[in-house]
């Protein structure tokens, strides 16, 4: 009876002892993230910056964080999504303007030959865009992106692309949100097609979605009803030098905080890194061919159309900002796992 | 002895009751507007929307309200404050570049004639703005138009520009806020210049204002660190029709409420109310002589090149949105009275 009560309260007070740490490994908000240099500089930033009193103190209304999209969010190998999608939409826009069938690029990804397409040059990809990406009112786009994304998988995790998002980089957004900042996709694709789902995926809303963008046209329906048509005319070039102006257009504050993967993020880093007080900038290195992906040279394997990550931009990113191997930092990297 | 404890008795009530209405008036958020159709529409559009269960209740994240600057928010006569500015900035423009200084339209601006100035085209002005709104770094020009508007008064009222805002919308301005609803200015003036004191002027962040841009060019300084250049090329013209196209590129959202004051609001207002749901859309009509201006055959005078306000924008108002009367909608007009 005696020892029955000593192992009782021994019970009670391991389950209690599990229960603390249970709670304490739920209270992290960076639960998916590998102690280390990429997880304390978060951390620090975010107390340095948050702390009442501490000298690198930010006013809430200056906590700005922008999150490049692909690669730096979610899976951006072995195509980006949006090309998926402008390819997947050149049969409809070939039915509405019959004689594009017979002219290039039109035809060859029409035909389905997948190395032709595979071949395709960044040119040709953009003659897809402008025609795929326009023609229709801003709310049919968004309703077809929607529809669109619903429905399709990727082909090696047989997921919806919108599943294939980095928990840590989730958890990374809610934490900042949690610490008063404002979470901005600063993305190199469409701010359109960003926007039909940021804010469901990553609970990011329109407005704070900046990407490249294509003019629209204001004039009225067929029911006399105002609408805005999508012209096949690019107003923001949402990459490289455009990432920072693009920040300056859409939100007009130098972020505090930035994350990124490529070249296409490295003026947005410098930007970023460049503003007085505390400032982040990190950069995701693909290093993980086994739960993900692994390319560019950094990572000692040949270089991609996507994605690029060059030594130059890997001694950059060592010397001024903080670099993310996503084999090492990273203890799961999708939620799905 | 009785009569002075009745007295004293009656000061009592008399002091409670005073201290009752005082209280009542400091409750109304719009307490610088009289009863009429006008604050009817705004507090029954705010109750409709944000009381739960309402049938045409809006979820938080979808409430917008968008609204124009000059002529809305503040005094646009008898010339818009940043044309001022631009033309106050030609001296130094010029100093850069002596070679303008005998070419039009800035040798007229230099000769001081008030009526030649007075005179420019449109095209002039667009002119000295390109010329006098690039050439230096995105926080240069905000130090500057700071420095600017900090010092400078208006001709009628011998106070800041900044001093001449309505105080019934700013009193709306917060109401909408205090509802849950986020203020947006959409001004077909620069983005850059009203970014420069809306924060301190409105309470309206940077990144919460719409305006006509000039793109910029991300570089290096002397210094090595990076900037970004503003350039005379415009990106955004955000009046007219420009601004429901500036709306879906800044916003993703179609506003549930707007407000304006001349012909440059027509596509917003319209393409707010064509939404679904509740949608409110406002015009004021500057009838007051007295107190500020009256112009624009609405108001039977002639027409202005400031603020258009033609017979046809009238009709429209009275068919399909709320007209605010500043003669008989406001009690105040400015909060300085």
């Known amino acids: 009876m005696h020892l029955h009560r000593r192992l009782v309260a021994a019970s009670f007070v391991f389950v209690l002892l599990a229960g603390v740490a249970e709670t304490a490994r739920a209270q992290d908000p960076l639960a998916s993230w590998n102690d280390g240099a990429a997880k304390k500089a978060i951390v620090e930033f975010v107390r340095t910056t948050t702390t009442t009193g501490s000298p690198q103190f930010v006013p809430a209304e200056e906590r700005i964080a922008t999150f490049d999209q692909d690669g730096t969010l979610w899976v951006e190998h072995p195509v980006y999504t949006q090309v998926m999608y402008c390819l997947d939409r050149v049969p409809a826009v070939v039915k509405a303007k019959p004689e594009l069938a017979s002219q290039e690029p039109f035809k060859t990804v029409l035909s389905g030959d997948r190395e032709a397409i595979g071949r395709l040059t960044e040119e040709d990809l ?71 789902y940021a804010e469901r995926v990553y609970g990011i809303p329109p407005e704070q979605v900046v990407g490249s963008a294509g003019a629209t046209k204001f004039g009225y329906g067929k029911d006399g009803k105002p609408l805005l048509m999508k012209e096949p005319k690019l107003m923001l070039n949402d990459n490289g030098p455009g990432k920072a102006e693009g920040i300056h257009l859409m939100i007009g504050r130098r972020p505090r905080a930035a994350f990124g993967n490529s070249t296409g993020d490295r003026e947005m880093l410098e930007y970023t890194k460049a503003g007085d007080g505390a400032r982040l900038a990190m950069i995701v290195l693909h290093d993980d061919a086994k739960r993900e992906y692994a390319y560019g040279p950094a990572a000692g394997l040949p270089d991609t159309k996507i994605g690029t990550f060059t030594q130059a931009l890997y001694d950059e990113a060592k010397k001024e900002w903080v670099v993310i191997s996503m084999k090492n930092d990273w203890k799961k990297v999708f939620s799905f796992e």
């Open 126 to 196: 953009v003659k897809i865009a402008m025609a795929t990406l326009s023609g229709m009112s801003a709310e049919d786009f968004r309703a077809d992106v929607t529809k669109w994304i619903a429905a399709m998988k990727d082909s090696r995790w047989k997921r919806p692309y919108t599943d294939l998002t980095y928990l840590p980089m989730q958890e990374l957004l809610k934490y900042l949100r949690a610490s008063g900042y404002k979470t901005y996709i600063v993305t190199g694709g469409g701010q359109d097609f960003v926007r039909a």
